[in-house]
C-alpha cells in the first residue's frame, strides 16, 4: 500500500487525527525500532484526541455563549465580596450532577455574566451540552414557537440541556404569557437539570418581573429549592475602565458601592 493511498484512505475515514501524525510517529518508530503496537496506540491516541477535540468545538459552536471567558479569566481581587471558596466549589461541577441551580445576583457589571458562562466553559470542557440565553429573547422565543405550535419541540430542546444559562431575568419585566412560559420551562428542569441565572433585582422584587406574585413565588420555589445563591456587591467593571480612561468621574463609581 502506497503513502499516498494511506493518507487518502485516513481522510476518506476521517481519521485526519491519525493522518496529521502519521509521517512523524511512523518515522520515530522506525529510528527506535520499538513494538509496532506502541506505534499504533500513539496514532489511536491521536485519533482519540482528535476527535474529543472536534466535539467541544461543535458544543461550544452551538453553545450560544456570547464570548469565551474562563473562570481562571475572573478577577476576583475587583469584587470581594464573593466568596471564591464558593466559586471553586461551583466549578467542580457537582451541582449539576445533583441537578441543582445557580442564581448570580447583583447591579449590572460586577461579573455575573463572566461567572455564569466560566461553568458554562468548564461543563462544555466535560463534554455537557450548554446553551446560553438572554432571558427576553429565551421568552419572546417560547411565545413564538406557541404560536407557531412548535412549543413542545422547543421545550424538549431546552429539556435535553445538561446547564441552561438565563441572562439579565429582571432587566424588562414580563406579560402574564412569557411569565406562564418561563414557568412552565423551569418547571420542566425541576430537579432534571441544572439552570443557571443572572439578575439584578433581589428576590424581594422578583414579583415586579413576573408582573404576578403567585407565578413569581412558584418560580423562587422551584429555582431555590437545589440551589447555590452567588451575591454580588461591587462596583461595575465596565465602568471600572471607563473610570480609567477618564470618561466616568469617582462620584458615579462610588455611587454604585
Given amino acids: 500500500m502506497g503513502y499516498e493511498r494511506v493518507h487518502e484512505m485516513l481522510k476518506e475515514m ?39 477535540e472536534k466535539k467541544y468545538t461543535i458544543r461550544l459552536r452551538y453553545s450560544g455563549l456570547p464570548f469565551h471567558k474562563k473562570i481562571a479569566e475572573f478577577d476576583f481581587s475587583f469584587q470581594p465580596s464573593i466568596d471564591v471558596k464558593q466559586i471553586r466549589e461551583l466549578e467542580t461541577l457537582r451541582f449539576m450532577y445533583e441537578k441543582e441551580n445557580v442564581i448570580f445576583l447583583g447591579p449590572p457589571g460586577v461579573g455575573k455574566t463572566h461567572l455564569a458562562i466560566g461553568l458554562a466553559m468548564k461543563a462544555i470542557e466535560e463534554g455537557k451540552k450548554a446553551y446560553f440565553i438572554n432571558s427576553v429573547k429565551l421568552v419572546e422565543r417560547m411565545k413564538e414557537a406557541f404560536a407557531k405550535m412548535s412549543y413542545e419541540r422547543l421545550l424538549r430542546f431546552y429539556k435535553s440541556l445538561d ?9 424588562l419585566p414580563l406579560d402574564i404569557e412569557g411569565a406562564k412560559l418561563f414557568f412552565e420551562l423551569v418547571e420542566s428542569r425541576y430537579e432534571r437539570g441544572s439552570i443557571i441565572v443572572t439578575s439584578n433585582r433581589s428576590f424581594t422584587e422578583w414579583d415586579k418581573i413576573f408582573s404576578d406574585s403567585v407565578l413569581a413565588t412558584a418560580v423562587l420555589d422551584r429555582l431555590l429549592h437545589h440551589s447555590s445563591i452567588v451575591n454580588i456587591r461591587g462596583k461595575s467593571y465596565r465602568l471600572k475602565e471607563k473610570q480609567k480612561n477618564g470618561l466616568v468621574g469617582a462620584k458615579i463609581m462610588n455611587g454604585l458601592k
Avoid at 15 to 37: M, N, P, R, T, Y
Avoid at 163 to 171: A, R, S
Wanted: proline share 0%.
Fill in 14 to 52: 476521517h481519521l485526519d487525527g491519525i493522518e496529521k501524525v502519521l509521517d512523524s510517529a511512523a518515522q520515530k518508530w522506525s529510528e527506535k525500532g520499538s513494538d509496532v503496537f506502541e506505534l499504533i496506540e500513539e496514532l489511536l491516541n491521536s485519533q482519540i484526541k482528535s476527535d474529543e
Fill in 163 to 171: 446547564l441552561l444559562i438565563i441572562d439579565e431575568l429582571g432587566y
